[in-house]
């Protein structure tokens, strides 16, 4: 019996284990490194120790890493539902030496685990190393070379048969253009029925054989020059895909019948989540296993697999993100989640799936990798409600695109343009590949080469709207921060002066109490006396490295360079900033006891007058969970607990500290504990929570969806806000007669009052246009066919008002058209009848004609439209206009 998918992952740390490896939890998909969208690979987690950033906890590490490849450099999602073996979320087992073992070791145990413990037979493994082609970099990897053929020697094979060299693009790993680098050695299986076809097929595309595990082996520095040095240690970085395994396995009955087509859906992995589709659909399909022999052309049958195994991908994709705290959203890797969730939703229909479906597939999810991801149980429901939420919204949004596609197959007979395409794939996030196949349902094709044209256009726009600013360092400048505490005044030396784009330069100095902007926190301002003078600065900027560059709006003379300076800071303002920033650390830890643990930072601001917190949620607060914020924040103020703030290793940090992903962090951090809360955090504080004084939230809003953002007062802040706030309730109160306790009653009095008084406007408004109605109706006339039409300018001002009476009389009128224009406010509203559609003249298109002749702007559908004319355009004009376009 085949090895389960949990079973493999089980046996493959528990074997390296026994090989000296620490079993470390998966990263969240959530990246600590800024630059990318989704954790991609097994190594992510651990660039910080190859850049010698971090120092490893453990020479040997093994893990079971969750990726997600979609968008950006590494995008699968094209391809996935088309074969048997793409995926957008896969799990990537690996084992890692930092300066431990090597390539001798490596090698070996990837053999034992294969070959003696899960039984691959050998004659069906090949391994590739790397022998460098013209233009490749460093040497040719010898010593993997000897290795291999040594073993295979030994396990009675032909080297010659089972081991082939090929260059840099398929066996050497570089994390760019400088930084270190290596050589890989790839494993890969035939699966061919006789097994005899692999070295033939090893790297050529073919399903028949395929790469296993890849094992790196990271042992040089590139320097940028085409050179490369050797590093003082090396580093094992060895990845196989879980999904692939497990399916080979299935198939294969535990590696012992090969020759059918190897699917990874094929697996315990995938095979709940299959079946419950199939349940939640019409009960008329079942997965029936088939891929396209040409994705452009698929059968009916081979479709409706594809979409079984995208919305099973898709599936597992959504609910590990959203798990991880990664939502749907706009831009970015949030607006890459909606477009998963999308194109998810455009294939569950093809399968006819009812109801929350996406919610009920994430169940089956949870319940299959919480054992191995225990995050996931505890996000569930947070899972549940983005799902459904999302679901229902795209819904709705895809019936309109729906019917733009079928709106352009008519239209542009045998050929759909590329701008239709990409304004289907931009505006309502409809997959190119979905369209092609309901294209060719109806014997179309699609202009792919336009849309590409359309997307690449939308690429150069993005880059031409990017503008960055860089203060380029020629070499690192040393500078000290010394400034956690007051210093009245630091005496320093001046040692560069950079230009400012702004006009005026930025100063470094030798040790600066100058707190650079950074991390949300807003820079320092004060003074600096430099050659006698004495000198603004406006601004602090924290450079990396320790560097902190003094914004300054005068010039500063080079021969000041090495001269002694005075640098005094703005204590009061700081003070206020730091009080802002301690609120800010705990309105989180207040936000996550409330909402939950998946609330994570999304971004912040904080300065002297006031504090925005951005955090990941699905849904808007409610008064009584903004209120219950409030006072949790307000309690931890007036316990007065002392900050405690250390630094210490990046490894050494308290195992509940929370840390942020899009900051980058080197080996030594900063933690700050507020109570039974820590945070890696930089910047500025109050040395008690009670020096904050009190803590007001000001408002709580949506700014992307599945992002919040509050903004709140603390301090002297807040203090001026309720002075303010007091001021201006007892003005209120003494203009209205009564005191500040009656004011709430007194203003619902007055509301109720306005309230009356809106309703008896709106009744006489309603006589007028009845009796407006009536003269207009009695000067309706005729059109072809019976119908009838009223074209009149009315003495009604409110688009509203003028929408309703257009379609009242229209209906009283019995069929035909109702245009009316407001006299003085230029609004327009037409209605016209099921006869006057079918004469040719529907509203929407006809109010499009009309627009044009006249100026204006406006739209709607063949039974109604409305908008608004341009300005200056004389109603009677406009009126007369549309009447001709009528004959």
């Known amino acids: 019996m085949?090895?389960?998918?949990?079973?493999?992952?089980?046996?493959?740390?528990?074997?390296?284990?026994?090989?000296?490896?620490?079993?470390?939890?998966?990263?969240?998909?959530?990246?600590?490194?800024?630059?990318?969208?989704?954790?991609?690979?097994?190594?992510?987690?651990?660039?910080?120790?190859?850049?010698?950033?971090?120092?490893?906890?453990?020479?040997?590490?093994?893990?079971?890493?969750?990726?997600?490849?979609?968008?950006?450099?590494?995008?699968?999602?094209?391809?996935?539902?088309?074969?048997?073996?793409?995926?957008?979320?896969?799990e990537m087992l690996g084992n890692w030496s930092f300066g431990d073992f090597f390539k001798e070791e490596t090698i070996h145990w990837a053999w034992e685990l294969l070959v003696h413990r899960w039984g691959l037979p050998k004659e069906r493994l090949h391994a590739t190393v790397y022998a460098p082609d013209a233009g490749d970099p460093a040497e040719r990897d010898g010593e993997s070379l000897e290795i291999w053929r040594n073993l295979f020697l030994r396990e009675g094979l032909d080297p010659e048969e089972h081991l082939s060299p090929w260059g840099a693009k398929e066996n050497f790993w570089a994390m760019g253009e400088t930084g270190p680098c290596g050589p890989c050695t790839e494993i890969h299986v035939d699966l061919s029925a006789d097994g005899r076809s692999g070295r033939g097929l090893v790297n050529r595309g073919n399903i028949r054989c395929m790469e296993l595990w890849n094992l790196v082996f990271i042992q040089y520095n590139a320097l940028g020059d085409g050179n490369y040095e050797r590093l003082e240690r090396n580093f094992v970085d060895t990845g196989m895909g879980l999904e692939r395994l497990a399916g080979i396995c299935a198939v294969t009955e535990q590696f012992s019948q090969f020759g059918q087509s190897v699917s990874n859906y094929a697996s315990d992995l995938f095979a709940p989540l299959i079946r419950a589709i199939g349940e939640l659909g019409d009960g008329k399909?079942?997965?029936?296993?088939?891929?396209?022999?040409?994705?452009?052309?698929?059968?009916?049958?081979?479709?409706?697999?594809?979409?079984?195994?995208?919305?099973?991908?898709?599936?597992?994709?959504?609910?590990?993100?959203?798990?991880?705290?990664?939502?749907?959203?706009?831009?970015?890797?949030?607006?890459?989640?909606?477009?998963?969730?999308?194109?998810?939703?455009?294939?569950?229909?093809?399968?006819?799936?009812?109801?929350?479906?996406?919610?009920?597939?994430?169940?089956?999810?949870?319940?299959?990798?919480?054992?191995?991801?225990?995050?996931?149980?505890?996000?569930?429901?947070?899972?549940?409600?983005?799902?459904?939420?999302?679901?229902?919204?795209?819904?709705?949004?895809?019936?309109?695109?729906?019917?733009?596609?079928?709106?352009?197959?008519?239209?542009?007979?045998?050929?759909?343009?590329?701008?239709?395409?990409?304004?289907?794939?931009?505006?309502?996030?409809?997959?190119?590949?979905?369209?092609?196949?309901?294209?060719?349902?109806?014997?179309?094709?699609?202009?792919?080469?336009?849309?590409?044209?359309?997307?690449?256009?939308?690429r150069a726009r993005g880059r031409a709207l990017q503008k960055t600013q860089r203060i380029q360092l020629a070499e690192?400048?040393?500078?000290?921060?010394?400034?956690?505490?007051?210093?009245?005044?630091?005496?320093?030396?001046?040692?560069?002066?950079l230009p400012r784009e702004e006009g005026g330069c930025y100063l470094a100095f030798a040790a600066t109490p100058f707190y650079g902007e950074m991390g949300g926190q807003v820079g320092d301002r004060g003074t600096v006396?430099?050659?006698?003078?004495?000198?603004?600065?406006?601004?602090?900027?924290?450079?990396?490295?320790?560097?902190?560059?003094?914004?300054?709006?005068?010039?500063?003379?080079?021969?000041?360079?090495?001269?002694?300076?005075?640098?005094?800071?703005?204590?009061?303002?700081?003070?206020?900033?730091?009080?802002?920033?301690s609120a800010t650390h705990i309105l989180q830890a207040a936000l996550r006891k409330v909402l939950g643990s998946h609330?994570?930072?999304?971004?912040?601001?904080?300065?002297?007058?006031?504090?925005?917190?951005?955090?990941?949620?699905?849904?808007?607060?409610?008064?009584?969970?903004?209120?219950?914020?409030?006072?949790?924040?307000?309690?931890?103020?007036?316990?007065?607990?002392?900050?405690?703030?250390?630094?210490?290793?990046?490894?050494?940090?308290?195992?509940?500290?929370?840390?942020?992903?899009?900051?980058?962090?080197?080996?030594?951090v900063r933690v700050v504990e507020i109570g039974a809360t820590a945070e890696l955090c930089g910047g500025t504080h109050v040395a008690a929570t009670g020096e904050i004084g009190a803590i007001k939230i000001l408002s709580e809003s949506g700014i992307a969806a599945g992002v919040r953002r509050i903004e709140a007062v603390a301090g002297e802040a807040a203090q001026e806000l309720f002075a303010r706030l007091y001021r201006q309730t007892r003005s209120m109160a003494r203009s209205l007669h009564c005191t500040w306790e009656e004011l709430p009653g007194t203003l619902a009095e007055l509301q109720s009052e306005r309230r009356r008084w809106e309703k008896e406007r709106d009744r006489s408004i309603q006589i007028q246009s009845q009796k407006q109605g009536e003269e207009l109706l009695s000067r309706a006339e005729s059109l072809p066919n019976g119908l009838k039409k009223v074209i009149a300018a009315v003495a009604v001002e409110e688009a509203g008002l003028l929408r309703r009476m257009a379609s009242q009389l229209l209906a009283r009128l019995g069929d035909g058209l109702v245009l009316l224009l407001a006299e003085k406010a230029g609004a327009f509203a037409l209605a016209a009848g099921p006869g006057a559609i079918a004469a040719g003249w529907p509203a929407g298109p006809l109010v499009e004609r009309w627009l044009v002749a006249v100026g204006g702007r406006g739209g709607g559908k063949e039974s109604f439209a409305s908008g608004s004319l341009g300005d200056g355009t004389p109603p009677d004009r406009a009126l007369r206009c549309f009447s001709d376009l009528l004959r």
């Not at 893990?63 to 391809?79: M, T």
């Not at 690192?476 to 030396?493: A, N």
């Not at 002297?608 to 955090?615: A, M, N």
Request: net charge negative; charged share 25%.
């Open 2 to 90: 085949a090895m389960a998918g949990e079973e493999l992952r089980r046996d493959f740390l528990e074997f390296f284990r026994q090989k000296g490896h620490a079993i470390v939890p998966s990263a969240p998909l959530l990246p600590a490194s800024p630059n990318l969208l989704f954790t991609n690979s097994g190594m992510n987690a651990f660039v910080p120790y190859f850049l010698g950033q971090r120092t490893s906890p453990h020479a040997r590490i093994a893990d079971a890493q969750k990726c997600i490849r979609a968008g950006g450099k590494h995008n699968d999602l094209e391809d996935v539902g088309f074969d048997a073996y793409h995926h957008t979320f896969f």
């Open 476 to 497: 690192e400048i040393p500078g000290e921060f010394v400034g956690r505490s007051p210093v009245p005044v630091l005496e320093t030396t001046l040692l560069r002066i």
């Open 529 to 581: 006396t430099v050659g006698g003078r004495e000198i603004a600065i406006a601004n602090a900027i924290g450079h990396g490295g320790g560097t902190v560059l003094h914004a300054v709006e005068e010039e500063v003379e080079e021969r000041w360079i090495g001269s002694p300076a005075q640098l005094r800071v703005d204590w009061d303002r700081r003070r206020r900033i730091s009080i802002h920033h």
């Open 599 to 668: 609330v994570t930072q999304a971004g912040s601001l904080v300065t002297e007058s006031g504090l925005r917190f951005d955090f990941s949620h699905h849904l808007a607060l409610d008064e009584a969970q903004l209120e219950e914020v409030e006072a949790l924040a307000n309690r931890t103020v007036r316990e007065n607990y002392t900050l405690n703030c250390y630094e210490t290793a990046y490894e050494r940090k308290p195992a509940h500290c929370l840390a942020h992903f899009s900051e980058s962090y080197g080996s030594l």
């Open 285 to 458: 399909v079942a997965y029936g296993g088939t891929v396209p022999a040409d994705r452009r052309s698929p059968s009916p049958r081979e479709a409706l697999d594809c979409a079984f195994r995208v919305v099973a991908d898709h599936c597992r994709a959504l609910t590990l993100a959203i798990g991880d705290g990664i939502l749907p959203g706009n831009e970015g890797r949030n607006y890459v989640l909606r477009r998963i969730l999308r194109r998810a939703v455009l294939f569950a229909r093809r399968l006819g799936l009812r109801d929350d479906y996406l919610a009920a597939l994430a169940k089956v999810c949870i319940e299959l990798l919480s054992p191995t991801y225990p995050e996931l149980e505890r996000s569930a429901e947070v899972v549940r409600t983005v799902l459904n939420r999302e679901q229902e919204a795209f819904e709705w949004t895809i019936d309109r695109g729906l019917q733009l596609l079928e709106s352009a197959i008519a239209r542009h007979g045998d050929r759909i343009p590329g701008s239709v395409l990409f304004e289907l794939y931009d505006t309502y996030g409809f997959p190119v590949d979905l369209a092609q196949l309901i294209a060719a349902e109806r014997g179309r094709t699609v202009d792919l080469e336009g849309f590409q044209r359309a997307m690449e256009g939308q």
